[in-house]
């Protein structure tokens, strides 16, 4: 099919669109939210969807707080030849199919729709997704090619509907020839793969298998005995290696007996020397550690009497800021006692206060209200009069309109009517008249007609024009020309020249001109008769007049049908009179007082009621005043007043004068603030004095000097760490100088070093005498003891060893002897194997060519079904390559599923290779792949593919190639929906282009 037209009602945001295609390719342009997926989805519904459906799906195609239904009208042209029309409305609408050229003649209405349409395009009920595959919507381009979506378009139902028209049925005779091969292997294999028992080749291969057993037990004997015999060989070569190893290790033993002699000599003359040595750097030590304290020690102690002097003057300060918190805390106190009976006197007098304000005002409502009262009493019974009297107008006012609208009525049927429209023509006819008029008065003066072209540009202008004599001649020009004697002028490529016309015109053109300018004076001179009036202007009065007239006519028309019945205006009357009985007794009650204020004359929209209100006010606040006052005066309130307004700005006075100044309301949390930073300065001071006492009651050494400032400036440290340090340096400096004393033990440093100095010379030789001595890599007494024992246990167990081969070596002699009968055994073996091995070779070559006959059917199968993918195959393929080269591979699966693989060399391709291939490649290899699937349906029935920008990832070259390739189908027409109105400019003159935004269909520029 093709589509010819579409026409969209109330569909989502288009209000209404009609646009027409044609066969082959049609360029749909549109910005953003302008209705193109709308359109997408209209055709979509008129296709397939259910009018009587209610669906949430179709409600919204409605839009929002329309009444109307979604409406859409498609023309397609079948593959007959026939125009059909569809109609369709949602939700729960109607449908028809007609055929326009019989007249709308309707061929099916509402639910029979669907069945006709699907019988006219050969689509079966259950294939409506084959427009998922023809109708790209945008961003579902990529859902034909990626087996993770849920929704693809290639369901089971439409693979189906693809196959048959591609498949032919395989032929019987392979099915059957294949059934025989099968059976013939059925007789020697089982079901699942295995060898049958009962079968001939089983037998054989069992056969084979012990005699092939047997050979293997045979070639291990035999394999044993050469081993045993290279064993033999092995045995005689160690047992002359054991004998040379020995004695090297009985040399080495006599070597190591003499050097652990001279190692125990060096490890005594060791144990003579440590103690020694050891004394010696202890001493050399005690007295860097002792310098170093004596110079230490006195600038500790001048830090400490310098610390003491500080905390002494910190703990002074502290002392004053002490006394001065003491101080605001009694201040604190005392104002918030003041504070206090301030705010006491404050909550008097506003209880008294509010008390006096209420009294007050009651009075003054009931003082005002008793004012307004008598005036509005008297201003109902004046508004109850003038009602009454404006009800009595209003009767004679409406006899008096009927009359005066009659007498109106007889004097417009009795004048001719004459209507705006034909004033304006009129006007318009005289204006037309006076230019006719005028162009004659200029004609009849000349007859000339001249144009003055003025070229803009350099390139020349092409015209045709018709002289006087009805000769026919083509000019082109490239300067300023004047041009005359013409009749008819066409001029090519307005928008290079300027024209100027100037003349009149020919005699036979005035004849015509003074022809029309009669017929028009005749035409405005049977108008005027027939208002009888002789000028434009009094045909203007007496419209005027006219329409004055119909205008009062129309106000007394309105004011009759806005005046009020008689006989409502009677019982209205009566009403009116009890009310105003009512009100005469409420002025008696309160008589109007003699002088008016501006309040009491101020009108009301319902005097009546507002009175009777202000009578029911005025018993309610007499009654709440008197429970206000409960037996006292207003006077007397007035005194306690005043009594405890003098109270309490007499203690505000001197709250405001108390100490401290800086703060107005005294709290709890002020005073607790207070008495916690007293406390805090406390615990300071306690802090500082132990600290300083601490310091002071330290045991020092009575022969200690401070430091003078000028000798170092040590660093400042805490009191209790100052103290400590100089407790450890005191002990660690006696300690220092009792260890001095116990190292030196009654001896000097002097002979002390003269002994370790000895020791160190004679351990040195030793050590030069040990090292000289083989073997070298043993030094310590330890590792020689270790080497001596090792050597002895290595003799001990090569002997052993030695023994061991000679025993082995008499056993292997006597094993050597049976080789010749195992040899004889194993050629009968041989020569029994190589005749079972014969007969499987014969079944083996019989079960091969069935299993290769099976292996051609299924490739003979395999190849008949490839065909039927084959034009698929081969069109993706050779247009995927034609678009992106030959860097991918694709194959169709069985069940049309597409497979990339990329190029990695001449003739090897990497599997798998779908999502490293870019967004844009799989879109074009998606539309590709439905285009091919479209180009063999389009076979049995012409088809229609719709792109939603379905290349928006596709740069300008590939595009280039996608056009040229949509461009060579015959039988397929393309909508082709996009946003980018550059990407085809080049094509504008080559498709139906359609331009939404100018809000028209058929050829227009993109």
């Known amino acids: ?21 044609q066969p082959g390719i049609n360029l749909i342009y549109g910005p953003n939210e302008t209705g193109k997926s709308t359109i997408i989805e209209a055709i979509r519904m008129g296709l397939s969807g259910n009018p009587a459906g209610g669906s949430k799906e179709y409600r ?50 509402n639910a029979d729709v669907q069945t006709h349409l699907n019988r006219i395009l050969g689509i079966e009920s259950g294939l409506q997704n084959l427009w998922d595959l023809l109708f790209v919507k945008q961003g579902e381009v990529l859902d034909i090619i990626d087996p993770d979506r849920k929704k693809n378009p290639l369901e089971p139902g439409l693979k189906l509907h693809i196959e048959e028209i591609l498949r032919e049925t395989a032929q019987k005779e392979l099915n059957q020839f294949q059934q025989t091969l099968e059976k013939q292997l059925n007789s020697i294999f089982t079901a699942t793969g295995k060898l049958a028992k009962n079968s001939a080749y089983h037998q054989l291969l069992i056969d084979e298998r012990d005699s092939g057993e047997e050979l293997s037990r045979l070639d291990v004997l035999e394999r044993e005995l050469l081993e045993k015999a290279e064993e033999l060989e092995e045995s005689t070569r160690k047992h002359d290696e054991l004998e040379r190893v020995i004695k090297e290790h009985t040399l080495i033993a006599g070597q190591l007996k003499q050097k652990k002699e001279t190692a125990y000599a060096l490890e005594k003359e060791e144990l003579k020397y440590k103690p020694l040595e050891e004394r010696y750097q202890r001493l050399l030590a005690v007295g860097l550690e002792t310098g170093a304290l004596e110079r230490e020690l006195p600038l500790l102690l001048y830090q400490r009497n310098r610390l003491i002097e500080k905390l002494a003057i910190s703990i002074a300060e502290e002392e004053k800021n002490k006394s001065e918190a003491r101080q605001r805390l009694e201040q604190l106190k005392i104002k918030k006692a003041a504070a206090v009976v301030c705010d006491t006197n404050r909550l008097s007098l506003e209880k008294v206060d509010n008390l006096y304000n209420e009294i007050r005002e009651l009075k003054e ?21 003038k009602e009454l009297a ?34 304006t023509l009129l006007r318009a006819q005289t204006t037309q008249l006076s230019k006719q008029k005028g162009t004659l008065e200029a004609a009849r003066s000349r007859l000339e007609l001249q144009l003055h072209i003025e070229p803009i540009t350099t390139e020349a202008i092409d015209l045709f024009m018709r002289k006087d004599n009805g000769n026919d001649e083509s000019l082109s020009i490239s300067r300023p020309t004047a041009i005359d004697n013409f009749l008819r002028l066409e001029l090519q490529d307005a928008e290079r020249y300027r024209l100027e016309f100037s003349g009149s015109m020919k005699e ?50 309105r004011q009759l049908e806005d005046s009020e019945n008689p006989q409502a205006m009677k019982q209205k009357k009566l009403d009116i009179e009890a009310q105003l009985r009512r009100v005469e007794v409420l002025s008696k009650a309160y008589p109007l007082p003699p002088l008016l204020t ?65 703060i107005n309301l005294v709290d709890e949390h002020h005073i607790e603030k207070q008495i916690e930073k007293k406390n805090e300065i406390q615990r300071r001071i306690d802090r500082l004095s132990d600290q300083k006492r601490l310091l002071e009651e330290m045991n020092l050494d009575p022969g200690l000097k401070p430091a003078s400032p000028e000798e170092g400036n040590p660093a400042e440290a ?19 100088r009792s260890e001095e004393t116990r190292l030196l033990d009654q001896e000097t440093a002097t002979s002390l070093r003269d002994c370790f100095l000895a020791a160190d010379s004679r351990l040195r030789d030793l050590k030069r005498q040990l090292a000289l001595l083989p073997p070298e890599d043993a030094t310590l007494p330890e590792e020689i003891a270790v080497r001596t024992d090792d050597i002895l246990k290595t003799l001990k167990e090569l002997n052993l060893q030695l023994k061991r081969l000679d025993e082995r070596h008499h056993r292997l002699m006597g094993e050597i002897g049976g080789h010749s009968v195992i040899a004889t055994q194993k050629d009968n073996e041989e020569a029994r194997h190589r005749t079972l091995l014969d007969h499987i070779r014969k079944h083996i070559t019989a079960i091969a060519a069935s299993r290769l006959l099976l292996e051609l059917l299924a490739r003979q199968k395999a190849r008949m079904h490839e065909q039927l993918f084959a034009p698929i195959q081969e069109r993706v393929s050779r247009a995927f390559a034609r678009i992106v080269g030959d860097r991918y591979r694709i194959t169709i699966s069985d069940d049309l599923g597409l497979d990339i693989r990329a190029r990695i060399a001449d003739d090897q391709f990497e599997d798998n290779v779908r999502d490293a291939v ?23 029935e012409p088809q229609v593919m719709i792109l939603d920008d379905s290349f928006v990832n596709t740069d300008q070259e590939r595009l280039e190639q996608i056009i040229d390739i949509i461009q060579k189908q015959e039988n397929i027409q393309f909508l082709i929906f996009t946003c980018k109105k550059n990407d085809y400019a080049r094509y504008r003159s080559q498709f139906n282009c359609i331009d939404l935004t100018a809000g028209r269909s058929g050829k227009s520029s993109v």
């Open 60 to 109: 919204q195609l409605i839009p929002w707080g329309a009444a109307a239904k979604a409406e859409v009208e498609l023309d397609i042209l079948a593959a007959n030849k026939t125009l059909y029309r569809i109609f369709k409305s949602f939700p729960k609408g109607e449908a028809f199919l007609a055929i326009p050229a019989k007249g709308e003649l309707k061929l099916a209405e």
């Open 598 to 662: 501006e309040e009491a004359v101020d009108s009301e929209k319902d005097p009546l009621r507002e009175a009777l209100f202000i009578a029911d006010r005025l018993d309610e606040l007499k009654k709440r005043l008197d429970e206000r006052l409960e037996g006292t005066s207003l006077q007397q309130l007035e005194l306690a007043h005043r009594r405890l307004h003098d109270d309490y700005q007499a203690s505000e006075r001197r709250l405001m004068v108390l100490e401290p100044l800086d």
């Open 1 to 21: 099919m093709n589509i010819d037209r579409i026409k969209l009602r109330n569909w989502r945001r288009i209000d209404a669109i009609e646009l027409s295609f």
């Open 508 to 557: 036979l053109d005035l004849q015509g001109l003074e022809a029309s300018v009669a017929t028009l004076e005749a035409e405005i001179e049977r108008t005027f008769a027939r208002f009888r009036v002789r000028d434009l202007q009094a045909l203007e009065t007496h419209y005027r007049n006219c329409l004055q007239l119909s205008q009062h006519r129309d106000g007394l028309r």
């Open 718 to 736: 805490a009191p209790q760490e100052l103290r400590d340090q100089i407790d450890r340096s005191q002990r660690k400096l006696e300690g220092l």
């Open 918 to 940: 870019s967004f844009g490649t799989r879109e074009q290899l998606s539309f590709i792949f439905r285009l091919a699937i479209a180009e063999q349906l389009s076979k049995r």
């Open 365 to 385: 409502e009931i003082n005002r209200q008793q004012t307004i009262l008598p005036h509005r009493s008297s201003m109902a019974r004046d508004a109850l009069k």
């Open 390 to 423: 404006n009800i009595e107008t209003r009767l004679e006012a409406s006899r008096r309109l009927k009359q005066e609208m009659d007498e109106i009525e007889l004097k417009i049927k009795e004048e001719p009517l004459v209507t705006e429209k034909e004033i």
